[in-house]
């Protein structure tokens, strides 16, 4: 088996499709399909059901996955080996894939990033953005897979066997309005204020935004009922349209904190307060290499400042 063919394998796997996969993987259709055809050749056996324009894995497919990841994992750990044993004493090389949300892709990691690259500018850092600020779903696969070395994550507490998960910072979250809105002179609001009020929402319900479960809860406690609710993908569209006076918010403070001091946006006196972190996480069961350790340290000593 070559280790080309297990690549584009196990991310037709992932992608449940050849042509997102060949996206990903920076080819055309056909080279994936011939890979995938080369590997049948070679195990006997075919690894995937073609189902229109979706594919899944067969018995075979599911049975060769876990191993297929662990074979490119070895690989991906002997190259960084090597360049290590060959590098200059000191040097930090080979590559490290990072995954985290938009907001703190935006907010917290530039400058984790800006330091670890002045530390070690040999290394190729991969990043991917995830849809979902919490370690489950996708971004939870991921780690557990080794197709992310490093996740950072926007969630409560993490205690998940196999995943080493440290807290970095406890991330305040404000409750937003437009300036001109009857809560924004308020000395103190909270969940009763917004019976009848318009309440945008970051990220869709089902993928467990941490501190859109918690708002939720608060209103729900108090048997708060909104007059509308709006959701949106993007944090920035949220902001624009509180901005904008569509309604009410809760978003993390250092994604607001720019709007807040230019008048655009203020911080509404809430209580109950949210308990929600940055945290770094990665898989406890994998070794990790210096150049991921490095990297580690260096967002904790980051954020350990602030």
Not at 71 to 93: H, P, W, Y
Not at 187 to 208: H, M, Q, T, Y
Not at 257 to 278: C, I
Request: charged residues 25%.
């Amino acid at each position: 088996m070559e280790l080309r063919d297990l690549i584009a394998f196990r991310e037709v796997a992932r992608q449940a499709s050849f042509s997102r996969a060949a996206a990903k993987l920076g080819y055309v259709q056909s080279t994936i399909s011939a890979q995938i055809q080369s590997l049948e050749r070679d195990l006997g056996a075919p690894l995937f059901d073609r189902l229109g324009r979706s594919v899944s894995l067969t018995d075979a497919g599911r049975a060769l996955l876990p191993h297929a990841e662990r074979m490119l994992e070895l690989s991906s750990s002997a190259e960084a080996a090597v360049a290590q044993a060959v590098a200059r004493d000191g040097d930090l090389v080979g590559s490290i894939s990072v995954s985290a949300p938009e907001s703190l892709l935006t907010y917290r990691l530039p400058v984790v990033l800006s330091r670890f690259r002045n530390l070690a500018p040999g290394v190729r850092i991969d990043l991917k953005p995830t849809p979902i600020g919490r370690l489950r779903g996708t971004t939870r696969h991921a780690l557990a897979s080794g197709a992310v070395d490093v996740a950072f994550v926007l969630d409560t507490p993490l205690r998940i066997p196999g995943i080493c998960a440290e807290r970095l910072v406890r991330e305040d979250i404000s409750v937003i309005a437009a300036p001109d809105h009857r809560l924004a002179t308020l000395d103190r609001a909270g969940p009763d204020d917004l019976d009848g009020e318009v309440i945008l929402f970051p990220e869709a319900p089902d993928s467990g935004c941490a501190y859109r479960g918690q708002f939720e809860r608060q209103l729900a406690d108090r048997h708060v009922s909104p007059r509308d609710s709006l959701e949106f993908a993007s944090i920035e569209t949220v902001k624009q349209c509180v901005v904008a006076g569509m309604g009410i918010s809760a978003l993390p403070s250092i994604a607001v904190e720019s709007d807040v001091a230019a008048g655009k946006l203020v911080r509404l006196a809430w209580r109950p307060t949210f308990e929600v972190y940055t945290q770094v996480a990665w898989n406890d069961r994998r070794s990790l290499t210096p150049t991921i350790d490095a990297f580690i340290d260096t967002a904790k000593t980051t954020f350990s400042g602030t």
